[in-house]
T-cell receptor, first 111, second 112 residues
Framework: GEDVEQSLFLSVREGDSSVINCTYT??????LYWYKQEPGAGLQLLTY?????DMKQDQRLTVLLNKKDKHLSLRIADTQTGDSAIYFC???????????FGTGTRLKVLA | DADVTQTPRNRITKTGKRIMLECSQT?????MYWYRQDPGLGLQLIYY???????NKGEISDGYSVSRQAQAKFSLSLESAIPNQTALYFC???????????FGPGTRLTVL
């Protein structure tokens, strides 16, 4: 069945790197996404990666994709207190309208 | 100004009441979506609309109905609210290709 899995919580110290992991199920997914949700706000698209890529870097964010294992990760370098939020992984299977979201990982950054 | 707006932002209602949540967008997108978010469950799709005349049920449409009044407006109704519909509701839009969704700020609904 369709299931995107993420761990629920991650705690890191300010200045350290954070790595948020996700496993997805549909190997046909063309796009894989990372969204950020701050308290009281909607989901904000952080970055996405095409399935034909292994890695995408955007300033402090690095996305790694392992298609064989259906594993997606988001690395945040030099994590700041403003990065504290819930991070959602999502996949969009090819040829469908559907986005399948994970449960979200709550990142807490300790000063 | 925000591209996707939702009203109200917070609502408390009683069991059995009818309630409507509204969504407006200025992005000019054809596609609009309603999601529900429950703690630890991620987002679940309630309804989606590809244009004014095309409305489709999502994964959890029971107990909900929608109306696409115009390209820019998509409303979600709970005909007779029940406590397990207490959740955070998000509207989203995407262009025709549908490869990127833009979310509204959410409506927190509490049904007593």
């Amino acid at each position: 069945g369709e299931d995107v899995e993420q761990s629920l919580f991650l705690s890191v110290r300010e200045g350290d790197s954070s790595v948020i992991n996700c496993t997805y199920t549909d190997s046909s997914s063309t796009y894989l996404y990372w969204y950020k949700q701050e308290p009281g706000a909607g989901l904000q698209l952080l970055t996405y990666i095409f399935s034909n890529m292994d890695m995408k870097q955007d300033q402090r964010l690095t996305v790694l994709l392992n298609k064989k294992d259906k594993h997606l990760s988001l690395r945040i370098a030099d994590t700041q207190t403003g990065d504290s939020a819930i991070y959602f992984c999502a996949e969009k299977p090819s040829g469908t309208y559907k986005y399948i979201f994970g449960t979200g990982t709550r990142l807490k950054v300790l000063a | 100004d925000a591209d996707v707006t939702q009203t109200p932002r917070n609502r408390i209602t009683k069991t059995g009441k009818r309630i409507m949540l509204e969504c407006s967008q200025t992005k000019g997108h054809d596609r609009m979506y309603w999601y529900r978010q429950d703690p630890g469950l991620g987002l679940q799709l309630i309804y989606y609309s590809f244009d004014v005349k095309d409305i489709n049920k999502g994964e959890i449409s029971d107990g909900y109905s929608v109306s696409r009044q115009a390209q820019a407006k998509f409303s979600l109704s709970l005909e007779s609210a029940i406590p397990n519909q207490t959740a955070l509701y998000f509207c989203a839009t995407s262009d025709f290709a549908g490869n990127e969704q833009f979310f509204g700020p959410g409506t927190r609904l509490t049904v007593l």
